[in-house]
């Protein structure tokens, strides 16, 4: 989608640290990024860095001969994203948490449309539409599996915890600009919140518990090597960190697969450990519960496949369709009763994913304004 679209979007990552701005056209980054320190801590340098950032890829593309028709960004955190402000609980943006006018600041100076959404609700989006949704419903066509997919929940595990959620799509902002995950409640401390269970502070604390020293000081990238046997370490207590995350964000993507009834796909630094986690995570969603009558049910009414593997990809494009005769009738037709589920692991990439995320929610809203 907008894959072959002749116009022109400015972007932006925006990170605690750092402010990566760039263009996109055709699903293409069409400018150099340009990187500038985001300043978070103190608002009039942090505006002072958007409107110099932006400025500078406006100027790339005017000397280009480019004219963009908008501005489109993700930025962490609670936001009324459709009213374009920023304000609440933002860890990484202390100088916005009074609240600000973001979105009509930058429309004022730069005289162009803007939009602005959350990280996750965008890597979700640019999944939905030219990631994850579409790579797995071409495969199940070649297969020749008359299955397609339509949901997808996207997940990025880093510094936070973030989720998006794409419904026969179109990106789900809800009513409040608060569709979120990181705030549901831990698998095994239920007055904790899962975000302390799946991003890196969890992998940084676990291993440090196993190993008897929470000042470590590794990063979970080392941690990873250490689990790899590519470093020198406690190789069982890196597994262990990676695996109880993997338990943690099973139960919590389980949660949601049963409500949305889509695939996922997972996204982020973290995601790189997947050989450690993925098991523990498939172990989880493929659990049981019971009855207080004493009867067990599987813990979801869909079987959970992971897409990344081949013969579990074969055999969730087969499902188990037969023919069904049709009462009075010598007319058959295919029934495939089977409910299911996959998982994967993206191949475009969080950042790559939002960008595109961005892209297209700018278009699509430009195009649905155009047609009211």
Known sequence: MYSNDSRTVVTLDAGGTNFVFGAVRGNLEIVEPVRLASQADDLDKCMAALVEGFSQVLGLLEAAGEKPVAISFAFPGPADYPNGIIGGYLPNFPSFRDGVALGPFLEERFGLPVFINNDGDLYAYGEALAGALPEINEKLRAAGSAKQFHNLLGYT???????????????????????????????????????DGVAIRAIHRVYGKRIGDSAHGLEPREIYEIAREERLGRGIAARTAFIEMGKVLGDAIATAVTLVDGLVVIGGGLAAAHEFFMPALLGEMRGRMRTLSGDTIDRMQMRVYNLDNEAEFAAFARGDSRELKVYGSDRTVTYDPQKRTGIMISKLGASRAISLGAYAFALSALDTHACV
Not at 158 to 181: A, I, K, Q, Y
């Open 157 to 195: 595990l880093g510094t936070g915890f973030g989720m998006g959620m794409v419904v026969e799509g179109r990106l789900n902002r809800g009513d409040n600009s608060c569709v979120e995950t990181w705030c549901l409640p831990h698998r095994t401390k239920r007055e904790v919140i899962v975000e």
